[in-house]
């Protein structure tokens, strides 16, 4: 059998996604997610003009050599934009892997290693009685685990909060050139533990609440803020700070037992080695399509499943329903799963990505169709053609840039 074909979908239903379709001489056909929020035509490029031409023609079961080919033969090694590239074959090479064999690829995977994939929704709001409303929103809808992000008194935008009030998803890529926002750690770190008091006090110690400070503080500014959480018993504080620095997480580790969380941007097992090996985090966030694919993913948290380290796979709508459906085939095999993040998509996303995953009770179940069970809809995507759309930019309040 041989790749007779292979295609880069740029569709945008509400946001941009970049698909990679891989078909077979025998006419299968399989879908890998290589979406990277803000840099999508460099990815499509990059399989376009680099990929494509060496896929043609390979054997499309051999999985772990085309996944080495496209890496090391790169000699290029890493980076978001080549991993992307990577992933998306990967990821389609399984699903058609899946449909050779007539399963769904979670049982090539090893088989359910449990019967649902626990997932956390996305409740915010520009105040704490608006955030504590859409935390109701969510346990009313059956979510067990619920992110909790509100304005910050003082600070005009904060991450995380949307201005579509009861929107299931929002996407924060909002203009062509980046939009600028203003932070202030001093602001931030006097308001949140108000938050988590609020919503155990309202909701009880059951819930399972999560926080993102998406890489806005420094080690010792987030051993402090973690100690103030302690009282609130959050599953996981998020990205406390930018993690180039992987021994910079021993600072914090000294100071607080609130869970760390940390991985969505990066895109190897060598971005987090250290951090895993160390137990320096507690949960490891990298997801399919950032992390080189299936094939990767496993490798990560095959490592982390050594060291006490669970999954807890990034799961924002700029990542694809086939990226979702790729990520849920393995949360439900891995022995050290932990949770799963679900921001909903659009109507208009699902209906161009049909897929067989379902929500209940506060589970996600990956589909049991052969493959990944989930598909594009070409002549819908093309109805939506793609817009440049840019993350922001962040500054202090005296106009230095910072993380955003
Ligand atoms: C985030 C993302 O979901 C998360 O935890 O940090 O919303 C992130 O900001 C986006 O994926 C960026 O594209
Ligand atoms: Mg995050």
């Known amino acids: 059998m041989k790749i007779a074909d292979a295609k880069v979908i740029v569709t945008c239903p509400g946001r941009n996604f970049v698909t990679l379709k891989i078909v077979t001489d025998e006419g299968i056909s399989g879908v890998g997610d290589a979406t990277l929020n803000g840099r999508e035509l460099a990815v499509a490029a990059y399989l ?24 090391r033969g790169a000699y290029w090694r890493r980076g978001p934009v080549t991993m992307s590239a990577i992933a998306a074959v990967d990821t389609a090479l399984w699903d058609i892997k899946g449909k050779l064999a007539g399963l769904p690829v979670y049982q090539l995977l090893g088989g359910r290693a449990r019967d649902g994939v626990t997932v956390y929704g996305h409740a915010n709001g520009e105040t704490v009685d608006e955030a504590m409303a859409e935390v109701a929103r969510y346990v009313e809808l059956g979510y067990r685990a619920v992110r909790v ?63 993102d400070v998406h890489h806005r503080l420094t080690p010792i500014e987030a051993a402090r803020l973690g100690r103030e959480l302690e009282p609130y018993g959050l599953t996981w504080l998020e990205d406390p700070v930018p993690a180039e620095l992987q021994e910079g997480f021993r600072l914090i580790r000294q100071h607080t037992t609130t869970p760390l969380a940390v991985g969505e941007v990066f895109n190897t097992i060598w971005d987090c080695h250290q951090l895993i090996t160390e137990q320096l985090i507690d949960y490891i966030r990298t997801t399919v399509v950032h992390a080189g694919g ?15 380290v669970r999954s807890g796979s990034h799961g924002a709508t700029d990542l694809s329903p086939v990226c979702m459906a790729a990520a849920l085939h393995v949360d439900i095999a891995i022995p050290n799963f932990g949770l799963q993040e679900y921001m909903r998509h659009t109507p208009e996303t699902d209906a161009v990505f049909p897929h067989g995953y379902r929500f209940a009770d506060g589970y996600l179940y990956p589909s049991d169709e052969p493959g990944l069970g989930v598909d594009i809809d070409e002549e819908l995507a093309a109805l939506y053609p793609y817009r440049p759309a840019s993350l922001p930019v962040n500054r202090l309040e005296d106009g230095t840039v910072h993380n955003w």
Do not use: K, M
């Open 48 to 71: 376009n003009d680099h990929v494509i031409p060496v896929l043609l023609g390979r054997d499309p079961t051999r999985i772990e050599d085309t996944w080495q080919y496209l890496y």
């Open 149 to 211: 992000q509100t304005g910050v008194p003082g600070l005009a935008t904060t991450y995380g909060v949307t201005r579509e009030r009861g929107a299931l998803a929002y996407e924060p890529a909002d203009s062509a050139i980046p939009s600028e926002s203003v932070w202030s750690t001093r602001r931030y770190l006097a308001h949140v533990p108000t938050v988590f008091a609020s919503a155990r006090a309202e909701f009880g110690p059951d819930i399972q609440l999560l926080h």
């Open 294 to 308: 299936i094939t990767h993913l496993r490798r990560i948290f095959d490592l982390a499943s050594l060291y006490h």
